[in-house]
């Protein structure tokens, strides 16, 4: 498909191809050249010293006698035809999502003469939203019950538990102070030497583990095979059989409060268990409340997610993986752990961590053009001092420059509409347009 438009002073072609990908077509007059030359004189005459004249002062003329022609024509053009792309696409309303690929001659420039070039750039694409009005969703509701205050309740004696060493075989539910230890073959897993305190607790331990110390006393060792789980950390090791040594140095036993009126207290949950379990069965009930309102949402962007017909492209694909690896790492940052180090801890390369990265971005992008497809069909629009309190809140205790504060906000303007969308379609799943 060809169009061509002539907008100002600036002609641009457009040919659009597959994979979002569009070449333009762009030729200027040359006077547009001839401001780019006036432009770089100035700046030369800035910045190089001309015997007689004091900085920014000498003739253009005599500047350019002094810098050359082709040093003139070269500051030019590279100032030139990036500022000419940049208004192609504007005038044609193209939405690059990567840096073009410039075809240029440089040697076809000169006075006189238009300035004429290519630029091919990744676009973003465009967006079949399918019967999104359609769209509909049963919202669930979970029942909080008094099994579910009860267990509640169990944790908080958990919680408040008391441990007292005794002299017998171990449980579960105890607590063992222990030596430790992992070994796959020779490769040590576990830090040598190292006491820990292992609660017997099936739930919480490697798979198998729990039921292999129960029956241990004081003083005993074992040694024993296990499996690894298919989600350790580490993926080679991953259904591997590790062989274990358990040296058990105390065994204690964990005494819970008693379930009464002084229990309440102790966790400042009200005067009475009454009060307590009340105000635990609130607290539940809104925690439900809140996993129900998230699985609705899920499901709902989930569906309008797969009924959109998007071509994604690859490049905008890569942008959403990197920007995922940048959060990575600052997570690790923040824990004092370098990239380095936690590909070494992992096993994995960072090609490894793209690939498993790969399609959780393609769900992510094809949400993405979704919702910002509909917020054009939809004409939604976002309330600029909200899009302001939100910068702001973002910007809290960063020093920004007003081009940093100018961004930000087009950020905030960006996530506020997606959200308003995804209410939007919360609206229509529950039939109430």
Known sequence: MTAATTVSDLAVNVLRKPGSQVCLGIEAPES????????????????????????GKAPSAIVERHIGWEAVRQEAVEALIPALYLRAVSQEG???????????????????????????????????????????????????????????????????????????????????????????????????????????????LLSGLADQVVGMTAG???????????????????????????????????QLPALDDHLAQLAEQGTTLHEMRESYRGLLVDQAGQRDRD??????????????????????VNAEVDRQIRDLEQRFKSLGLSWEQYLSMSGETNEQIRGERRESAVQRVKLELGLDALIKEESLEVDESA??????????GQRLSESQRARLEVLARKDLARQAAASRLLEIARGEE
Not at 34 to 54: E, K, S
């Open 32 to 55: 547009e050249f001839d401001i780019a030359v006036a432009a770089a004189l100035r700046r030369f005459a800035a910045r190089v010293r001309i015997p007689g004249f004091r900085p």
């Open 94 to 204: 193209i939405e690059p999502v990567g840096e073009p690929s410039i075809d240029f001659d440089p040697a076809t420039v000169d006075r006189g003469k238009p300035v004429i070039f290519s630029a091919t750039v990744t676009t973003r694409p465009e967006v079949g939203l399918g019967d999104y009005r359609g769209l509909r969703v049963d919202a669930p509701h979970t029942e909080v019950t008094d099994a579910d205050v009860d267990v509640a309740i169990e944790q908080v004696r958990k919680r408040y538990a008391t441990s007292v060493t005794v002299d017998r075989e171990a449980r579960m539910g105890d607590v063992v102070t222990c030596l430790l230890e992992m070994r796959h073959g020779d490769e040590l897993l576990t830090s040598a030497g190292e006491e820990r305190d292992l609660e017997l607790d099936q739930e919480q």
């Open 220 to 254: 005993q060792d074992r040694t024993f095979e296990l499996t690894l789980p298919e989600d350790y950390p580490r993926e080679e090791l991953r259904g591997k059989q590790v062989s274990v040594t358990c040296a058990v140095k105390s065994v204690k036993e964990q």
């Open 295 to 316: 699985q609705l949402e899920n499901e709902v962007l989930t569906k309008f997610r797969d009924g959109i017909d998007v071509d994604i492209p690859e490049a905008m």
């Open 387 to 396: 899009v302001a309190q939100e910068a702001k809140r973002i910007a809290a």
